[in-house]
């Protein structure tokens, strides 16, 4: 009976040791969080907004133009809650339907070009125009138009995993949203 006691104890610790070594494992890599926000860039600075705060995407946009903030964008933050530092390699947007853009960097609106290096308890900022994001979703609608198309935010980390925004910005287009060139 004491050997069964003691067996039963040492499985305990042992389930226990590999459930610490499961959870270190997860915790000590890089643990990425990408959220999307709507925004304007102008009088030197870039302003931005959650998309989960935009209750009219033309409302919002008017208030930053007539603030001053004349190029409209979409802003894509990325913070490395983890202890590894992680290589970005490119940012974007996507569709359900597996059908995303990525902005190249000559057209990117950032001081930090891709790739990146993200430390551990870092953030990092890209923007993209947002006549791109119009287009991409213009044609989306036309390639599927019974369907809806939720557009989120994503960043490519070496290796190839893509991590998405929790946040999604269902674009509309029965209203052209304003102009982003400022006009």
């Not at 923007?127 to 198309?149: I, Q, S």
Request: with cysteine; hydrophobic share 45%; aromatic share 8%.
């Amino acid at each position: 009976m004491t050997s069964l006691i003691i067996s039963i104890i040492a499985l305990c610790f042992t389930i226990a040791n590999v459930t610490w070594q499961i959870a270190r494992f997860l915790l000590e890599g890089p643990r990425i969080r990408v959220r999307m926000k709507v925004g304007a860039v102008g009088r030197g600075s870039l302003i931005s907004v959650p998309v989960e705060n935009v209750k009219d995407l033309n409302e919002t946009f008017a208030s930053f133009e007539s603030q001053g903030f004349s190029q409209l964008v979409l802003v894509v933050e990325v913070a490395n809650h983890g202890r590894l530092g992680v290589q970005l390699l490119d940012f974007g947007i996507d569709v359900p339907k597996g059908v995303s853009i990525k902005v190249v960097n000559d057209n990117a609106i950032t001081d930090t070009p891709m790739p990146y290096v993200l430390e551990p308890h870092q953030e990092g900022t890209w923007a993209m125009p947002f006549e791109y994001v119009e287009n991409f979703a213009r044609t989306c609608k036309e390639t599927w138009p019974r369907e809806a198309h939720p557009l989120r935010a994503y960043v490519h980390r070496a290796g190839g995993k893509k991590i998405r925004a929790a946040q999604s910005l269902p674009l509309l287009l029965t209203d052209p949203v304003r102009s982003s060139t400022g006009d």
